[in-house]
């Protein structure tokens, strides 16, 4: 039996979909992230009361349709990799380029959000809630930019690698804001 008709079986690294460098980059993110809710966590437990205080100030019905609006996008953004597989015409751009302007909405719903805390005089020194506050969602939020430029680039560049590649990113940074909303929004 010839090597060209012999698979060896997948195993390790060889099973993950799409290109390492991206797991990499997605894995070393979402520990930066961790590590920034576990300091969040940690200190919360340091004052209780300040902390619930300060996270009533939040305008949890904007976080709340921002969650919808990221699982949404998320939603087209794998849709697009399954339409482009399956060779189904101007769906997987249109796809993408929804799913990055449902992004530039999410911004917006912050920018206002950031705009009100603003206009109320509270900022990262107020109190160390809203360090981690704007710390951890403008973290985020520059992650939301680079996600929306991504996914404009593989709607113009529509290879399915470069799709799958731009919606794992898409979907670590929704996986980060579904962990960021109730954790700084909800749990008191």
């Excluded at 249109?94 to 005089?121: D, S, T």
């Excluded at 160390?128 to 709607?155: E, I, N």
């Excluded at 670590?172 to 700084?184: A, C, K, N, Q, T």
């Amino acid at each position: 039996m010839s090597s060209a008709h012999s698979e060896q079986p997948r195993t390790g690294l060889e099973t993950l979909p799409g290109d390492l460098i991206m797991w990499v980059l997605i894995v070393s993110e979402l520990l930066v992230f961790g590590a920034g809710l576990l300091a969040f966590m940690a200190m919360r437990l340091t004052d209780p009361v300040g902390f619930a205080e300060a996270q009533d100030q939040l305008f949890r019905t904007g976080a709340a349709l921002n969650t919808l609006v990221l699982l949404t996008s998320g939603y087209l953004a794998a849709k697009a990799l399954h339409w482009r597989r399956a060779g189904i015409g101007l769906r997987p751009q249109l796809a993408l380029i929804a799913a990055a302007l449902l992004g530039v909405l999410f911004l917006w719903i912050k920018g206002v959000e950031y705009a009100h805390k603003a206009a109320q005089g509270i900022t990262f020194e107020t109190h160390p809630f809203f360090m981690f506050y704007y710390g951890l969602t403008g973290f985020h939020a520059a992650h939301v930019v680079v996600g929306v430029v991504l996914l404009l680039l593989v709607a113009w560049r529509d290879d399915p690698d470069n799709i799958e590649a731009a919606a794992a990113f898409w979907h670590m940074v929704d996986l980060v804001w579904v962990l960021l909303f109730p954790i700084v929004y909800l749990l008191g």
